[in-house]
């Protein structure tokens, strides 16, 4: 049995410290976040990627899909004055989105640029064919 203060474990007191603010700093509901924007004749995407660069960043088109992955590579490493690590963390993970665009967009159509931790993707609006609209079949009989 461990040790208790007011009826609480200190062992789990010092785990969820730890998990909280540990695993706070790479919450995965606030990486991709993406704001989409409709214009005259094109559809804008914003994509939050904070702390990578354009070399962690991959973008495709297949299949009527587009899908952004990205890899992220993080080494916090702190020394005091001898160099004996004081602290180090490391982290490393990927991440994936993808969108279904329709059929008509072609790959050398979409313009991406990031700065910032942000990357702007434009992507033209494509005429799609019309849907027959609904037509009612009456019962026989």
């Known amino acids: 049995m461990l040790p208790t203060i ?7 007191n010092l785990m969820n410290t730890f998990d909280r603010d540990f695993f ?9 976040r993406t704001d989409v924007k409709e ?3 094109s559809y804008e995407l914003k994509v939050n990627l904070p ?11 297949n299949q009527d899909y587009l899908t952004i992955s990205a890899k992220a590579q993080n080494a916090n490493d702190e020394k005091d004055d001898s160099g004996k690590y004081v602290r180090r963390e490391r982290y490393y993970g990927s991440y994936q989105r993808q969108f279904y665009l329709g059929e008509g967009v072609k ?35």
Do not use: C, Y
Not at 6 to 12: A, L, Q, S
């Open 6 to 12: 007011f009826g609480e474990n200190i062992f789990d």
């Open 51 to 61: 702390g990578l660069k354009k070399e962690d960043v991959r973008i495709e088109l």
């Open 24 to 32: 706070s700093h790479w919450d995965s509901s606030k990486l991709m």
């Open 39 to 41: 214009n005259d004749d």
């Open 107 to 141: 790959q050398e159509d979409i313009h991406a640029s990031m700065a910032d931790g942000v990357l702007t993707l434009t992507i033209p609006k494509v005429d799609q064919q019309q849907v027959e609209t609904a037509h009612r079949i009456e019962i026989e009989g």
